[in-house]
């Protein structure tokens, strides 16, 4: 109700001024208050009185023109007396006075009004007659007669002056009564600023006071909030039984943490924890209650949102786990038989030249495998991050689709099922498109088929799909059906998913990890098309790949039958080994392991090669003579790939620049066609790639031009870079049994123990051989350069290490991960790779861990025989310093003095206060490790991080900080070797004598 909204003072007023109107009105009905129609009636009633008797009278006496001049000298003097007459009693009206004709009704009874009044005229005792009087009605029942009653006029008058009086008195009273008002102002004001809201309530409910943090909440002033029950300020009481405040008067305790919700029309809901405290009086009664307010809704929804990322992060977790053990199982298979038929080969077990072979390829073919999958993984990463770009180029499907089909149809006669390729209708000699990712994609749809067909067949079907408009673009489907395991309503939503298969079952059965179907379909819709499936579980199932071609007059049609026909004749003439033609070759490559892989693969191809080893040569090289192709590498010394190809287009070189680097991400190959770069081969180089890259370029030869372009260099592989290579030398020794050697912050080794180094396993001593037939005098002569280069790099990245140089390191890194492959010796690639990502964000630990792992790597190496001598392994952060006889040692362990002492010898005193209180906490740093006190040991290494920098001894600063670290990951055997590594430091402690 809007009265109920009226504020208090207003309400009072009111009742106030209706009880005084009742008492008003009950004095005038007690007679008390003079009534002013009685008064008029008992005026009109004296007046009538003294007429009868004058009337009466002047009758008696026979005078009736003195009772006509006494009648109208009252009506002429009584305004309020209208008319009047003197009727005899036969009803004969004697005279008038004013209009009474008018005004006296004719059928008025005898009976008196307030208007109409008969006096009665005597004459003895006989009635003679009357006199009629017509006065005014007492009370005017128009609204200006209503407006002008004394009365309305009294009441309005009482009213207003009451009003505004009582109105005046209580804001006055009421001031003093408001407990809002009676705090005192600096209180309220100190109220007013907290950021909690706070309310007073009395014992039922209602407001008292509220804090300008509550009302700002409410968006209304605290006045308006005086008064109103706090259950209805807009809460959320669905969730609680009782309001904290009322739970609190009712039990008289403190209710505290009380979850509650506040929700108001047009804006977000407001998450609160109320407290509530009773407030006592003197008789210890509750007289109500004080509940302030935390506004938690930003922590509320922080939570809710570490919720759902924690949920998000287990779900991904789990995925991971699963898809962890399926890469694993994944990529041991494949590892499996490239290692037990390395390990074969190694040993000799090889009983002849054909079961060799066999070996080999079996191996290649693990490889190839290895490759693949991480290639599909690379380029899921690349198609949901948006990096994936499709290049566009003629392409004949009919080709694609063969292609795959053969490469696939060992696997399929391998399980005894049929493999059928066929075309429906016409099909478009060629389209343009991305003919590797269409191969791929249909590579992974049909390889999938023919994994989840155990009997039957798998056919692959090509058909035009004509546009539902005319003129419109047609489509290309393709369909690949198969009899096999089929897939379940259930499961067929999620098979497009990374990582997922119909079921987990499916995975130890079948194995594969879940990215085939994947990166079809993202391959699919990033060439504007889809897939779709129709499967029937244990029958079979067909996929669909469908993508936009073109319009029909865009393309030359033709019979698929026969196509393929001519297709399958075709490609039965193959040669064994692919020849070039006559050409010459620039390879410029700083790797000699790779200048003379390449000189060797080219030259026995048919090329006469030059080789050099910077870019500056490069440049000199094809400025002289006349190049078909030239193979650069982009990081080199004095002048890099990048510049070379840059400086050679400038001057209007128009040959073929083909990129040699072991960077085979996008960004790269963008970077080398930047720089003029014809083409982009990876490292480690594929033989066939290369050939047939090279074959592909001289093609596009006039050949008439040839024969006259054409002239020979000399020798067919001539090297004319500055190094030669170095002699094998014998096997090094292994460290000592027990000897640990600390790696920092990540890695612990010890010579008899295991490792931890991301999985690397330095107590494995078993040799590694290289890739190449080392029967063949060229490849061996291939490892021997590499490993002689090797041993003279080797020292180098520890120097740059210890240096900080790690630009430097970066780059001899880069050299070492596309040389060491090239050379047959793969087992470098990751850790060259890793030290390079390592060395460029300047991880220092992670740098000294990876040249331990690459020297490990070296002194297990194999050579027909005869394991190779690395320079030692480094074990301090010292650089590597060469005798007078050739070999690299350690330098010698020097006694280890404050700096303190240097400066100033009044410092001795704390030097040696500080010597005498570290081997206790040497001790205590054990003791915390062997309860598992990770806190304490932390604390521990901390305080000798601080007070060993503090006194001079720099030595403890890097080992402590290694420490805090794994002491915070809890990692035992690190914290182990790390205290015994401080142990050795304060051991070597000395303090000069006076």
Known sequence: MKFLRLHARTRITLGLICLLMSAISTAMLLGIVPERLSAVREGRAKLCENLAWVSSEYMSRNEIRRLDAMLESVVNRNDQLLSAGVRRSSGTLMSEFGKHTENWPVAESSRSTDTHIQVPIRRGKEKWGTVELCFEPIVDNSWLGTIMDPWMQLTAFVSVACFVMFQLYLKKMLSHLDPSKTVPRRVRNALDSLAEGLLVLDRQGRVVLANQSFSDWLERPSEQLLGQNADELGWNLSKVETTPWMKAVNEEALVAGSM???????????????????????????????????????????????????????????????????????????????????????????????????????????????????????????????????????????????????????????????LRFSGEGKLPKEIQGDSVRLRQAIMNLAGNAIKFTDEGSVSVVARAVPSEVPGGRWSLAIDVTDTGIGISEEAQAKVFEPFQQADTSITRRFGGTGLGLAISKQLAEAMGGHITLTSELGKGTTFTIEFPIGKEDDFQWIDPAVEIGKLTSGAAVQQDVQQLPPCNILVADDGSPNRKLLQLVLGKAGANVIAVENGQLAVDEATDRIFDVILMDMQMPVMDGYTATRTLRDSGYTAPIYALTANAMQGDQEKCFAAGCSGFLSKPIKIDLLLATIAEELSKRDPAMIAAAFEPIGQPTTDVSEHASEPIQERSTSPPAGETIHYGMNDTVSADGGAENGGYDFTDQSPIVCGYPLDDPEFLEIAQDFIGVLQQRLPRLRELFVAGDWPTLAREAHWLKGVGGSAGFDQFTQPSCDLQHAAEAARESECDGLIRQLYHLASRIDLVGSIVLVPPLDVSNEPLQESSDGQMHLPDQEPVLSTLLAIDEDFRDIVIEFVDHLEAKLDEMEAALIVGDWTQLGRLAHWLRGTGGNTGFKEFVQPTHALELKAAAQDRVACQAIIADIRSVANRIAIPVR
């Open 260 to 418: 509650i919700e506040l929700n108001l029309p047009d804006r977000p809901a407001r998450v609160l924890i109320a407290n509530a405290s009773p407030v006592l009086g003197q008789e210890g009664k509750c007289r109500g209650v004080l509940v302030s307010f935390d506004d938690v809704t930003q922590l509320e929804e922080t939570k809710r949102d570490l919720s759902i990322a924690k949920r998000e992060a287990d779900d991904a977790n789990q995925a991971k786990s699963e898809f962890l053990a399926r890469m694993s199982h994944e990529i041991r298979t494949p590892m499996n038989a490239i290692l037990g038929y390395t390990d074969v080969l190694r040993r000799g077990f090889d009983t002849s030249k054909g079961d060799r072979q066999e070996y080999l390829d079996t191996i290649h073919g693990s490889g190839e495998h290895l490759l693949a999958l991480i290639n599909d993984i690379l380029d899921l990463s690349k198609v949901e991050s948006g990096q994936m770009e499709l290049e566009s180029g003629p392409c004949s499907p009919l080709k694609i689709i063969k292609d795959v089909v053969n490469l696939l149809k060992s696997k399929a006669d391998e399980k005894n099922i049929e």
